[in-house]
């Protein structure tokens, strides 16, 4: 039932896509279509991202834009060929469930490798005393024997290949990345960091599946946040992010994590509840700077 229900949610469980707030608005996209590339674009790319909770740039250090859903790409956001939409903290497409893998059914996708492979080894374990008897003669001349055959390689088969996948999906979340961040580590506004969302391994895993630990095992949707915004751990100062206005100290106890240069959403901060937070006065104060922080913006075409 668990396995059903896990693969049954995967697939329909329809991936999230950035919220309005990320897409240009009809002026802006305007804008950006009448004036030619340049200085012009970025200072429309500039306004529409000024606001917005996101740290990670292209290769060439400019606001991640999708110019054919016209919006700002939220962090871990990536296009989807097959789907043809952005699709939040995207690890990949996969075929065997003919659905984007993402921040929506991610621990779906988990569930459902964990149990086939519990399925499998279940299986595997109970005809094994049979497919010994097979090549001892020791059933019946019948065809049943041969199904007996059949499902013990079938089941060993995917045994070997979903413990392989369960086990590489679950380094990804005990070191909070995807699929696509290990092929392409992220890049922030002062460094490539192929460890920059994570948050150690306990925050790792709640981010995943949640705080509740009685849904963890349940294919019910638990995880933190809401997709478009992730807490980081910047583990150097970024040059071009802006102090910290009235003296307060914003690095945590531990002095190599420092805050991202954005006040995080309600919805995720609470992951860094052990760290000093800024006030509410620094917070507004630092929203109104970030804006003139930001580098050179270019429109590339990233999928």
């Known amino acids: 039932m ?58 060439s250090g400019a606001i991640r834009y999708c110019d054919r859903c016209h919006l700002v790409k939220p962090d871990r956001c990536h296009h989807c060929s097959v789907c043809d939409k952005c699709i939040l903290k995207m690890d990949h497409h996969c075929p065997w469930v003919n659905n984007c893998v993402g921040f929506s059914n991610y621990k779906f996708f988990l569930l459902f490798l964990a149990y086939s492979l519990l399925y499998c080894l279940f299986i595997a374990a109970t005809d094994l005393q049979y497919f010994i008897k097979f090549w001892t003669n020791g059933l019946p001349d019948t065809q049943a024997k041969f199904h007996i055959m059949f499902l013990f390689f079938a089941a060993a088969m995917f045994s070997v290949s979903l413990s392989s996948l369960f086990g590489y999906h679950c380094w990804l979340v005990s070191k909070n990345k995807s699929t696509l961040e290990v ?11 192929k460890n920059g969302f994570s948050l150690g391994f306990s ?22 946040g809401d997709g478009c915004s992730f807490p980081t751990c910047l583990v150097n100062q970024d040059p071009e992010q802006a102090s910290t206005p009235g003296g307060l100290n914003s690095t945590s106890k531990n002095e190599n994590h420092l805050f991202p240069a954005k006040p995080l959403r309600d919805s995720q901060s609470h992951l860094l509840t052990d760290t000093p937070s800024w006030s509410e006065t620094s917070a507004k104060a630092e929203k109104g700077k970030v804006g003139m922080s930001n580098p050179a913006l270019t429109m590339e075409n990233e999928t």
């Open 2 to 59: 668990l396995f059903v229900w896990s693969y049954w949610k995967t697939i329909f469980t329809l991936p999230m896509n950035p919220s309005k707030e990320f897409h240009l608005s009809y002026s802006d996209k305007e804008s950006l279509e009448r004036e030619p590339r340049g200085e012009s674009q970025q200072e429309v790319l500039r306004r529409a991202a000024k606001d917005l909770p996101i740290y990670t740039r292209t290769m």
């Open 183 to 193: 092929f392409r580590a992220p890049i922030f506004r002062h460094r490539t960091d």
């Open 203 to 224: 925050k790792n895993l709640r981010q995943v599946f949640g705080d509740e630990k009685k849904y963890w095992l349940l294919p019910v949707f638990s995880s933190l």
